[in-house]
């Protein structure tokens, strides 16, 4: 990991012990900060917090910079549960995933109150959460299968456990159908009829250890998206955006952004892949978003004249271009672009569950920090969905 720029924390043993203190209250005010408000919130950010410690919570920013750091705490009195995954909403309400609790709660997207909880009947990992019907989702789990769950009152237990040959983690509907990212392929699912015997697999775009962490992504035209690093032998040359057509269940055409040698590249060019990629899309289903290792002018910290960057791809004339720089960025937890353009990156520090950071780097090269909760890792925006 690179050096980072931000302060670190000098003992793990005091972080730990002060995250086990936290986690053992139950009471209004668990975190210090502001109040909720009905001003306009700026993002969600959902922190998975050390696991084992309940500390999974949901942070507001607000606009004018006040931050709620636990925001169902402070509304429910009681935590959110163990190691928050992703919130969706579904139906004018949020669905979080909460990983090592095995349960997905609901609740208000303005006033955060609980509207019940979906509690598994039997072991699983919950992650990501997809609607499939006005009534319906499905949960993908690192327990290799498929959970589906009412998204409609009484929520009660899953309606179903749908075992899989392998597990999945990142969705998309399209058509009827759900995609799931795996690394033997891509498999295809009909939504009215969930089951691993009927899955058929576009084998030809697979993910690996380095992109386990980038999203498949719908665009305005409905069709999926999926980035994965292309590879020539064992060197990572390039990353590849695989444009998949729902209806064909096929990869329609691929695009690819070469890596440069570092010194033949030009200032700002891509030179090497990110551990781990992160993707998003715009609000308005256009660009797609990517992080990539670019040249510099100076050398860093370590020597290497390269940082992160964040490179975005035009579905409508099929280019690659240089979006922003993310100077002083070694490894991030979660990346999105906001609906003004901003890049907003969950920065957990050194990973010893100490309270995280969200840097939103805006176009005049400013750097806003909100301090929010252990391990950030998504960053939402309420009103742009996509």
């Known amino acids: 990991m690179k050096k980072r720029m931000y302060p670190r924390m000098k003992r793990w043993a005091a972080a730990a012990a002060a995250t086990l203190m936290l986690a053992a209250c139950d009471k209004d005010g668990l975190y210090p900060g502001g109040s909720l408000q009905e001003g306009p919130i700026e993002c969600l950010v959902l922190n998975e917090g050390l696991i084992n410690t309940n500390e999974g919570c949901l942070s507001v920013v607000y606009r004018d910079s006040t931050v709620v750091v636990d925001a169902f705490q402070d509304v429910n009195h009681r935590p959110m549960g163990d190691v928050a995954q992703s919130v969706t909403l579904i139906n004018g309400k949020y669905f979080v995933a909460m990983n090592n609790s095995k349960k997905v709660e609901v609740m208000d997207p303005t006033t955060f109150q609980s509207l019940g909880t979906i509690l598994y009947a039997q072991a699983g990992y919950p992650r990501q959460i997809v ?76 993910n690996e250890e380095q992109t386990k962490t980038c999203r498949m992504l719908k665009d305005k035209n409905g069709d999926i998206w999926a980035l994965t690093n292309n590879r020539e032998g064992s060197r990572i040359a390039g990353v590849t955006l695989s444009h998949i057509d729902p209806a064909r269940e096929q990869v329609a055409e691929t695009h690819t952004l070469t890596f440069l040698d570092t010194l033949s590249a030009a200032v700002g060019e891509p030179v090497a892949h990110v551990n781990y990629n992160r993707t998003d899309i715009d609000p308005t289903g256009t660009y797609i978003y990517f992080n990539v290792m670019t040249k510099t002018a100076e050398p860093n910290d370590e020597g290497a004249c390269e940082q992160q960057s964040v490179y975005r791809f035009d579905i409508d004339n099929a280019t690659f271009e240089l979006y922003r720089h993310l100077p002083g960025v070694g490894m991030m937890y979660g990346f999105a672009v906001g609906p003004t353009g901003d890049v907003y990156l969950c920065d957990c520090l050194d990973y010893t569950a100490q309270r995280g950071y969200v840097r939103c780097y805006r176009a005049d090269g400013t750097v806003d920090s909100y301090r929010v909760g252990v391990y950030p890792s998504q960053v939402y925006f309420p009103g742009y969905e996509y």
């Open 131 to 206: 609607p499939i019907s006005d009534t319906e989702a499905v949960v993908s789990d690192l327990r290799n299968q498929l959970v589906r769950i009412r998204t409609v009152e009484p929520y009660g237990e899953p309606l179903e456990y749908i075992p899989l040959p392998t597990n999945i983690e990142y969705l998309a509907a399209a058509e009827n159908k759900i995609f799931g990212m795996t690394s033997r392929g891509v498999m295809v699912f009909d939504a009215d009829h969930v089951t691993a015997d009927e899955a058929r697999l576009i084998s030809d775009v697979k």
